[in-house]
């Protein structure tokens, strides 16, 4: 299948999304600095998906396509911190699942053909689960790929500049309003010492949370993803925000060997 997307579509899309944030402007301020956060970081997300499909070599509408995905990939996230206040899918809804039905309401992919419109909803799908999918086509698990790919070096950049800067009176819901206790927990210690992922159910508090997101190394896709994560040092600033102890020691040593 030869993906075609003209460059209305793609300014069509953005015009939308512009209107759709709007729409939940708030006069509760700390409820406006969390959809602008999520508006940046989807901006973010688009401009990094681009800069690796470049790098992949991607034509101009895979590219365009790829930016698509980028620009929706959250749009679940508006309305679930407008109802539920939280970013926790475990305690709200699934964000990637909550924003397909909203691309379905408001009819936002109707100009699409349908096997088009499939490759963007299946990705969006798709870029928050544990891992990636094994029962979609070799078409949507490379703009899963992307996707995610692209998605992580984003919050990677937000968190660790969070962690870096952080004040008491800073946005908690960065964190998912995690407490800063002591110690790791014991599973994620396992997952991790097994070069596995972190599954956010077991995460406890900051220590895991921050450890969960040193573990993506193991979900990253591309090379060219690898290297951004290379030169921004992340890996390196995740560890310096986390206590001295063998354990976090012994995941570091086994994260470096294997990722980079
Ligand atoms: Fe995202």
Not at 36 to 63: A, F, Y
Not at 204 to 224: C, E, H, S, V
Request: aromatic content about 8%.
């Amino acid at each position: 299948m030869k993906v075609v997307i003209d460059n209305a579509s793609v300014a069509g899309l953005k015009f939308w999304f512009t209107g759709y944030v709007r729409s939940f402007r708030s006069s509760d301020k700390e409820l406006q600095q969390n959809i602008n956060l999520k508006v940046s970081h989807t901006k973010r997300v688009c401009t990094q998906i681009k800069n690796i499909s470049n790098k992949l070599g991607l034509s101009t509408d895979e590219s365009a396509l790829a930016e698509i995905i980028a620009l929706l990939h959250d749009i679940g996230r508006f309305e679930q911190i407008t109802r539920y206040k939280t970013y926790n899918d475990s305690i709200s809804e699934d964000h990637a699942e909550l924003g397909i039905k909203i691309l379905q309401q408001h009819g936002v992919l109707n100009r699409f053909e349908n096997p088009i419109q499939d490759l963007i909803v299946c990705p969006i799908k798709n870029h928050n689960k544990k891992s990636l999918p094994v029962d979609v086509n070799e078409r949507c698990l490379f703009f899963t790929k992307l996707l995610r790919d692209a998605d992580k070096l984003d919050i990677l950049k937000v968190v660790t500049s969070y962690y870096l800067r952080k004040k008491p009176e800073e946005n908690g819901m960065v964190v998912l309003n995690l407490p800063d206790t002591p110690g790791i927990s014991r599973e994620v210690y396992n997952s991790l010492i097994n070069r596995k992922t972190v599954d956010i159910k077991l995460v406890r508090n900051l220590n895991d949370f921050k450890l969960l997101q040193a573990g993506w190394i193991y979900d990253i896709n591309f090379q060219p993803a690898v290297d951004i994560i290379r030169e921004n040092q992340y890996l390196e600033m995740i560890r310096g925000v986390l206590p001295e102890s063998k354990e976090i020691n012994a995941i570091f040593d086994i994260i470096n060997s294997t990722a980079l």
